[in-house]
């Protein structure tokens, strides 16, 4: 009994090594979230999503303290006019990166229940295709609106 006992405990601490293992190693790199004027009611947070892992993931929900709702954007070229729209996931690649930033992908705080002032810090929850999460704090930033780094490209 003490023996099938301890097989069955070495069993499940094996399976729980096997489920932790098979999350995707996520690193997030220079989050911050976007300073908007007082009573402005929305705002957006950027970040690098870096994928260490071999196994591709994606950044599929957020939420936040700060907004009632927390959706995932992307820019987009439709017909000449840039339009932001709603995405299901932002995929973050094997081995590679997923950029947030002004222009493109975004992390979208709608609703917001406070203002968002330069210099303060704010919770945001990433969850992740694999079951993962993080939780960061995040510094609020002013965001220049034409961001030298932004190039179209054709």
Same mark, same amino acid.
């Not at 957020?62 to 959706?71: D, G, L, N």
């Not at 996931?89 to 493109?104: D, E, F, N, R, Y």
């Given at each position: 009994?003490?023996?099938?006992?301890?097989?069955? @405990?070495?069993?499940?601490?094996?399976? #729980?090594?096997?489920?932790? $293992?098979?999350?995707? =190693?996520?690193?997030?790199?220079? &989050?911050?979230?976007?300073?908007? &004027?007082? *009573?402005?009611?929305? $705002?957006?947070?950027?970040?690098?999503? +870096? +994928?260490?892992?071999?196994?591709?993931?994606?950044?599929?929900?957020? !939420? !936040? $303290?700060?907004?009632?709702?927390? =959706?995932?954007? +992307?820019?987009? +070229? =439709?017909?000449?006019?840039?339009?932001?729209?709603? @995405?299901?996931?932002?995929? /973050?690649?094997?081995? #590679?990166?997923? $950029?947030?930033?002004? #222009?493109?992908?975004?992390?979208?705080?709608? *609703?917001?229940?406070?203002?968002?002032?330069? *210099?303060?810090?704010?919770?945001?929850?990433?969850?992740? !295709?694999?079951?993962?999460?993080?939780?960061?704090?995040?510094?609020?930033?002013? /965001?220049?609106?034409?961001?030298?780094?932004?190039?179209?490209?054709?």
């Amino acid at each position: 009994m003490i023996k099938t006992l301890i097989g069955r @405990v070495c069993l499940v601490g094996a399976l #729980g090594l096997t489920a932790m $293992s098979a999350s995707a =190693e996520v690193t997030v790199e220079n &989050p911050y979230a976007r300073a908007v &004027p007082p *009573g402005q009611m929305n $705002s957006a947070s950027f970040m690098v999503l +870096n +994928n260490t892992d071999t196994k591709d993931v994606a950044l599929v929900a957020a !939420s !936040s $303290s700060v907004a009632k709702v927390v =959706e995932l954007h +992307n820019h987009i +070229n =439709e017909d000449g006019v840039m339009k932001m729209r709603q @995405v299901d996931s932002i995929a /973050v690649p094997a081995l #590679g990166k997923a $950029s947030l930033q002004p #222009g493109g992908y975004h992390v979208m705080l709608i *609703g917001l229940t406070q203002d968002l002032m330069e *210099g303060q810090k704010i919770d945001l929850k990433l969850e992740f !295709s694999d079951g993962s999460s993080q939780a960061l704090t995040l510094p609020v930033q002013k /965001v220049m609106a034409g961001m030298k780094s932004h190039k179209h490209h054709h």
